[in-house]
């Protein structure tokens, strides 16, 4: 099946930029989403990029798609103690009506 | 509110003794899925419907089931829990299947359960 990996952690401080890394196998995949979850929470969609762009810019967050590499990132500006929380990469796998997810990034940004 | 619901939050139970979880959405989606989360290993789909009386086994499905008798509805069944069920599930769904600018899942809260 296919498969996408993140790293477990990182930490940043209050009002620097974090980016969060995810690579993926499905060089077809149609869309690429980052989730959210924050404690004791479900996901939360923060943004999603279609496969036939590059980047993808809304508000304080940035998302950059290389195709050739396989690789996906997320950029956060400014980051605030309100961003603590695991974020997911995911995949929509082609030809199936699901979602593969990284194994999420945990985010710990302190003041 | 737009939302999914997830019950109970919490659970423990012992081993072999059947339990429901059910979860209900309100945005009149076609399609709901069940994910257990695990540390280290991310979201796995269990199961998953693409509408009423429709379901399909996800990557994980055995010891588990399923129904979608009504739209609103998709509960998950444990027959016979056993210790490797202990996990965080989720239950989402969307509007027309996964993906898309206009089909984004949406989560419950969750449900962490215990087997003991």
């Known amino acids: 099946g296919e498969d996408v990996e993140q790293s477990l952690f990182l930490s940043v401080r209050e009002g620097d930029s974090s980016v969060i890394n995810c690579t993926y196998t499905?060089?077809?995949?149609?869309?690429l989403y980052w989730y959210k979850q924050e404690p004791g929470a479900g996901l939360q969609l923060l943004t999603y990029?279609?496969?036939?762009?590059d980047m993808k810019q809304d508000q304080r967050l940035t998302v950059l798609l290389n195709k050739k590499d396989k690789h996906l990132s997320l950029r956060i500006a400014d980051t605030q103690t309100g961003d603590s929380a695991i974020y997911f990469c995911?995949?929509?796998?082609?030809?199936?009506?699901?979602?593969?997810f990284g194994t999420g990034t945990r985010l710990l940004v302190s003041p | 509110e737009a939302q999914v619901t997830q019950n109970p939050r919490y659970l423990i139970t012992v081993t072999g003794k059947k339990l429901t979880v059910t979860c209900s959405q309100n945005?009149?989606?076609?399609?709901m899925s069940w994910y257990r989360q695990d540390p280290g290993l991310g979201l796995r789909q269990i199961y998953y419907?693409?509408?009423?009386?429709?379901?399909d086994k996800g990557d994980v499905p055995e010891g588990y089931k399923v129904s979608r008798k009504e739209k609103r509805n998709f509960p998950l069944i444990l027959e016979s829990p056993s210790p490797n069920q202990t996990s965080l599930y989720f239950c989402?769904?969307?509007?027309?299947?996964?993906?898309?600018?206009?089909?984004?899942?949406?989560f419950g809260n969750g449900t962490r359960l215990t087997v003991t």
């Open positions: 989402a769904s969307s509007l027309t299947g996964t993906g898309g600018s206009n089909s984004p899942l949406h």
């Open positions: 499905d060089s077809s995949s149609t869309y």
């Open positions: 990029i279609f496969s036939n762009m």
């Open positions: 995911a995949e929509r796998e082609t030809g199936f009506q699901k979602l593969v």
């Open positions: 945005m009149n989606h076609e399609y």
């Open positions: 419907s693409m509408n009423v009386e429709v379901t």
